[in-house]
T-cell receptor
């Protein structure tokens, strides 16, 4: 049973560029949440997708956008990258929306130079 | 404004002894609490959870205690094993603003010494 998978593992981008991160949820899960984890901090909620719609959003600017596909996989897009966007981006999946027992992927380490 | 706080950045415990990790929260609307463990280069792994209608939940060596009046929860690991060495995050959800998201503390790094 495949768990949550994310790609790519690592990414280096330049300020001002755009990036797309991808996530496949655990088998049987239909909800995907995205988190940003800065060094030495806990994960911070970006947004959640359920039934292909953004259900809730955290305190992140509109430069952060997402999408969920009919197969429940998801993408996180970040435009006009800033140095401060350098972080570990985690995808978590769960069943039926909500915050219960979210299962996390290994993350994508984004470095903005 | 940090709604979930883990005030101890690190904890060192002898193998076989008890590890107690603490977490405080400020939002009285939170009704579900979770603990996650994170190894380097991996995503957080779900450990144990507790609903606000309970004050204790146990799963093998792991027990979570919830004190709603003090807005405090703790994770007890007995007996501690070297493989438990990791960063532990507590997380909370509930209320209008946080029904779908987990709000995490900043983590406590546990080191279990052989």
């Amino acid at each position: 049973d495949a768990g949550v998978t994310q790609s790519p593992t690592h990414l280096i981008k330049t300020r001002g560029q755009q990036v797309t991160l991808r996530c496949s949820p655990k088998s049987g899960h239909d909800t995907v949440s995205w988190y940003q984890q800065a060094l030495g901090q806990g994960p911070q909620f970006i947004f959640q997708y359920y039934e292909e719609e953004e259900r809730q959003r955290g305190n992140f600017p509109d430069r952060f956008s997402g999408h969920q596909f009919p197969n429940y996989s998801s993408e996180l897009n970040v435009n006009a990258l800033l140095l401060g966007d350098s972080a570990l981006y985690l995808c978590a999946s769960s069943r039926g929306g909500g915050a219960d027992e979210q299962y996390f992927g290994p993350g994508t380490r984004l470095t903005v130079t | 404004d940090q709604q979930v706080k883990q005030n101890s950045p690190s904890l060192s415990v002898q193998e076989g002894r008890i590890s107690i990790l603490n977490c405080d929260y400020t939002n009285s609307m939170f009704d579900y609490f979770l603990w996650y463990k994170k190894y380097p280069a991996e995503g957080p792994t779900f450990l144990i959870s507790i609903s606000s209608i309970k004050d204790k939940n146990e799963d093998g060596r792991f027990t979570v205690f919830l004190n709603k009046s003090a807005k405090h929860l703790s994770l007890h690991i007995v007996p501690s094993q070297p493989g438990d060495s990791a960063v532990y995050f507590c997380a909370a959800s509930g209320g209008m603003d946080s029904s779908y998201k987990l709000i995490f503390g900043s983590g406590t790094r546990l080191l279990v010494r052989p």
